[in-house]
């Protein structure tokens, strides 16, 4: 969203206004923070709380599943929220701060989160993909604060999660999505399409 809302920010005239808002709310915003309601925005929050919930459902070791899924479902839900109040706040003020206040939350949120990244840990996981089991240890170990009975125990699980996983992919056949058992997972990632 950040790209859409600089542009609505500093648009020079009503037409980059317009493609700014086009952006955010046909392409990237699924909050829409100005209120604004349209079938595509419609569409693009219901596959991120269905479908993204669904590909975490098979993509996150099962362990992590129920976290995994469950914060995605409160990020929405706490997005939604902030979108909600920062809207009605905005809403009553009779100036150009009504918008100029919810595009900047738009191009700030995204900021802050970007710098967050910085502080978090590699995945263990990936890690142990590329073969990096000390460097996975190390980020174990400080989640796990130095318990590392666990972190030999999930590093194994891990290994043991990607090896599985690794002759899965390799007995898999592309024509397999369309097999009776796949067909409905087939079929809810083609809809997005």
Same mark, same amino acid.
């Given at each position: 969203?950040? @790209?859409?809302? $600089?542009?609505?920010?500093?648009?020079?005239?009503?037409?980059?206004?317009?493609?700014?808002?086009?952006?955010?709310?046909?392409?990237?915003? @699924?909050?829409?923070?100005?209120?604004?309601? %349209?079938?595509?925005?419609?569409?693009?929050?219901?596959?991120?709380?269905?479908?993204?919930?669904?590909?975490?459902?098979?993509?996150?070791?099962?362990?992590?599943? /129920?976290?995994?899924?469950?914060?995605?479902? /409160?990020?929405?839900?706490?997005?939604?929220?902030?979108?909600?109040?920062?809207?009605?706040?905005? #809403?009553?003020? %009779?100036?150009?701060?009504?918008?100029?206040?919810?595009?900047? $939350?738009?191009?700030?949120? @995204?900021?802050?989160?970007?710098?967050?990244?910085?502080?978090?840990? #590699?995945?263990?996981?990936?890690?142990?993909?590329?073969?990096?089991?000390?460097?996975?240890?190390?980020?174990?170990? $400080?989640?796990?604060?130095? %318990?590392?009975?666990?972190?030999?125990?999930?590093?194994?699980?891990?290994?043991?999660?990607?090896? /599985?996983?690794? #002759?899965?992919?390799?007995?898999?056949?592309?024509?397999?999505?369309?097999?009776?058992? %796949?067909?409905?997972?087939?079929?809810?990632?083609? /809809?997005?399409?």
């Amino acid at each position: 969203s950040v @790209p859409g809302s $600089i542009l609505q920010l500093f648009s020079p005239n009503k037409a980059a206004f317009i493609v700014g808002r086009f952006w955010n709310c046909e392409i990237s915003n @699924p909050n829409n923070f100005n209120g604004v309601s %349209n079938f595509t925005a419609d569409i693009g929050i219901s596959l991120l709380t269905n479908i993204t919930t669904i590909y975490q459902s098979d993509l996150v070791p099962a362990s992590l599943r /129920a976290r995994a899924v469950g914060f995605t479902v /409160a990020g929405f839900a706490a997005s939604s929220l902030l979108a909600t109040v920062v809207v009605w706040a905005s #809403e009553k003020l %009779n100036d150009h701060r009504q918008y100029l206040i919810p595009l900047a $939350i738009q191009v700030v949120v @995204p900021i802050i989160l970007f710098f967050l990244t910085f502080l978090l840990y #590699e995945s263990p996981t990936w890690l142990i993909s590329k073969g990096r089991i000390e460097e996975a240890r190390a980020n174990l170990a $400080i989640l796990r604060a130095g %318990n590392m009975a666990m972190v030999d125990d999930e590093v194994l699980n891990a290994m043991t999660a990607l090896k /599985a996983e690794e #002759e899965y992919r390799i007995a898999r056949k592309p024509w397999d999505i369309l097999k009776w058992e %796949n067909i409905e997972r087939t079929f809810s990632s083609g /809809a997005l399409y």
